[in-house]
Every structure is written in structure tokens, then in C-alpha cells.
């Protein structure tokens, strides 16, 4: 029997649905809008909504898939299972793959949603395997992917990689997470809105941001944010270039400490934006860099709308092939979540990757798998 995979990218302010083959071609795909206003149980219902129409689209039985993988943003639990942290929906310790294996019938693996897309600007853009990568990617909130010598950093509890909380003024803007000042709060397109928003409501500021029809900023999409930057707008000039340095100053604090070989941007704001945002970041960056660590590569991801796809495809390919997934070698690898491909973890403790586990049981379960 042939098998289907599900990858779902669940983001701040959509969630994508694939349907995937067992050499990971996709067969279908579903995008809808996340809706986060309205509750837990809500965006779980529209994850599945999402995934039946794709499977529909496909021609598959969603009762006959293997399995699902999810990649969520925020922290999550040790074991998997749930979400412990994700502010931009405002989640705290929900338990997201008990949730939607009851909705969809199927095993869902659940990742960090930005630990995925790194597998997939790895594994599809990178030709020359790097055994040190930070991916960082700026959309509605700000999280990272890290690969530190061919292993992903996923710390003691595997919340490693929140980026976007790093502190990078103490007396900056209040997070969504509580804290002030974090490179979320300051470079995110959510940081870029509130910041235009309080130029033009308190300080009177004019702006082709603004809505045409009541003078007022309601939202800013990345190419709404793009033409007005073209077009030289002042204070949409002004603001991306504050997100500029940020963003170089949060780079060149990861370089300091993680000593990369590559550092790859990606979000909906290097999408639109990268030729304007790039040289900024790196000259922000390189400044502040130490000389040991100045030969890393800075680059914007070159997977354009291509990105959401891989974010589902990685998830799929982690669902299948668990820690086999991204290897230094450019092929099927050795390293992954902190484990190799024995089962030994990198600090030594025997046990199998989160992916492995998945597919140890989807084994279990279905022993086709």
C-alpha cells in the first residue's frame, strides 16, 4: 500500500497543509488564515480543516495516512507533545499532537516550526553542507533553526533557538512574552506595525502606510511595507532600518557565541524586502562581529514562496525519517536533535531522536511503516 504523509506549517497568521508522497512530492496543498484571535481549540480545527481539504485535493483518504507532522511556532515540551509557549498565538502548555491525533486519526510528530525550515534551507539550498548554520526568520514573530557542529541545538529541555527573546535593549518596547526589549519586540513585522502605528496615531507622522480611505494603519503586509520603501517613504524607511540593526545586532551576538559558518535569513520580511534589508544587516553585523568569526556567510534564503512548501515538506521528511533527516554529508545524515544516528545523543545519553521515536510508533501502529 502506498504511503501519504501530512506536513503542516502553522504559523502566526496562516497555516499551510501538504500532502506528501513516500519520496516526499507533494500532492496537494491548502493554506488558510490561523485565526489565533479565536482560541486553542479553534486553530486545531482549522489545522484540520486544512489537512482534509488538501487530502481531498489529492485523492487520498485522510483515514489511510501514515502519519502527520506539524511544525509549530514557540517552545516545545521535552516529550513532544505540546506547545509550551508560543505568544504570537497565545499558547501556553497546550497539548497540540494528543489534540489533533484524536481530530485527524492518524500519529502526528510536533517540531518547532523554524527547526523544520532550517532542515529545509539545509537540505535543498545549501550545497555545501554546513556543520555550523543559524537560520533566523523574521515574520509576524522572529525564531531561529540552529545547527552547531552538524547537530541541531535544541538544549537541556528543547527550548534552544527562541532568538526572538533574546534581550537586546532592556528598556525597549514590552514583548508579547512579558519581557522588555527582545529582537522580537524590535524587528518583527509585528514590532515594524506597532511602530508605524504609534509614529502615526501619536506623533501625527504621514506615511503611504496608512489606510487610504481613514488616515489610520490597520495592518502592514511585507509588500505593502516594500512599495512604500521604493517609493521612499520616510518613516517606513526610517523603521525598516531600526529592524536592519537589530537584526545585525541580534546576528553578530549569535556569531559571538555560535561561531557559524552560514547564517541564512528567511520570513516574509527578506522576501519582500532582502535587496534593501541585506546590505544593512550585514554592515550592522560585521561591525560588531569579532575578528574569528567575521567569515561567516550572511544570506538571505533564496526559497522565496517556495519556503512554506519545504517548512511542510522537512516536516513530512522528519515524520519519515526521524534523525536520518539533514546530515553534514548532504545526504541521508548522521546528526539531528542533538542525536546521531545510533540513538546516542551529543552529550552522551542513549535514546532515540524525536523524529525516530515518531516513526518507531507509526511502526508500532502501522507495521507497514
Excluded at 517540531?111 to 539550498?125: F, K, L, Q, S, Y
Excluded at 535593549?169 to 502605528?197: M, Q, W, Y
Aim: glycine share 12%.
Amino acid at each position: 500500500m502506498e504511503e501519504h504523509y501530512i506536513g503542516v506549517d502553522l504559523g502566526g497568521t496562516k497555516i499551510l497543509a501538504g500532502i506528501f508522497d513516500a519520496d516526499t512530492r507533494c500532492l496537494a496543498t491548502e493554506k488558510t488564515k490561523t485565526k489565533s484571535e479565536h482560541g486553542y481549540d479553534a486553530v486545531c480545527a482549522r489545522i484540520v480543516s486544512a489537512v482534509r481539504s488538501a487530502a481531498e485535493s489529492a485523492g487520498i483518504d485522510l483515514a489511510k495516512v501514515t502519519g502527520a507532522g506539524i511544525g509549530a511556532p514557540g517552545s516545545i515540551s521535552s516529550d513532544e507533545s505540546s506547545v509550551l509557549f508560543a505568544p504570537n498565538l497565545g499558547w501556553r502548555d497546550v497539548p497540540l499532537k494528543a489534540d489533533l491525533e484524536a481530530q485527524l486519526g492518524c500519529p502526528v510528530w510536533l517540531g518547532n516550526d523554524c527547526n523544520v525550515a532550517a532542515t529545509g534551507i539545509h537540505r535543498h539550498e545549501l550545497e555545501a553542507k554546513p556543520n555550523d548554520l543559524v537560520s533566523i526568520f523574521l515574520g509576524t514573530g522572529i525564531g531561529a533553526g540552529i545547527i552547531s557542529n552538524g547537530v541541531f541545538l535544541t538544549g537541556a529541555t528543547r527550548a534552544a533557538g527562541e532568538v526572538g527573546h533574546m534581550i537586546l535593549d532592556p528598556n525597549g518596547p514590552i514583548c508579547r512574552c512579558g519581557t522588555s526589549g527582545c529582537f522580537e519586540a524590535l524587528a518583527s513585522r509585528t514590532a515594524i506595525f506597532n511602530k508605524v502605528k504609534s509614529a502615526v496615531n501619536d506623533g501625527g507622522e504621514l506615511t503611504q502606510l496608512m489606510e487610504a480611505d481613514d488616515d489610520s494603519v490597520t495592518r502592514i503586509r511585507s509588500g505593502k511595507l516594500r512599495r512604500a520603501i521604493e517609493a521612499g517613504d520616510k518613516l517606513a524607511v526610517r523603521v525598516l532600518d531600526e529592524t536592519c540593526f537589530y537584526t545585525g545586532l541580534a546576528i553578530a551576538n549569535l556569531c559571538n557565541l555560535l561561531n557559524p559558518e552560514v547564517v541564512a535569513l528567511g520570513g516574509g520580511l527578506i522576501e519582500q524586502l532582502h535587496t534593501v534589508m541585506l546590505p544593512k544587516i550585514r554592515d550592522a553585523a560585521l561591525e560588531r562581529i569579532m575578528p574569528g568569526a567575521r567569515q561567516v556567510r550572511i544570506m538571505a534564503t533564496t526559497l522565496g514562496d517556495a519556503a512554506d512548501y519545504l517548512v511542510e515538506q522537512s516536516t513530512a521528511l522528519l515524520l519519515m525519517y526521524g534523525d536520518d533527516v539533514i546530515g553534514v554529508d548532504g545526504d541521508v545524515g548522521d546528526i539531528v536533535g542533538g542525536q546521531d544516528a545510533t540513538g546516542a545523543s551529543a552529550n552522551g545519553r542513549a535514546g532515540i531522536g524525536p523524529g525516530l521515536e515518531g516513526v518507531v510508533r507509526l511502526r508500532r501502529r502501522y507495521p507497514s511503516a
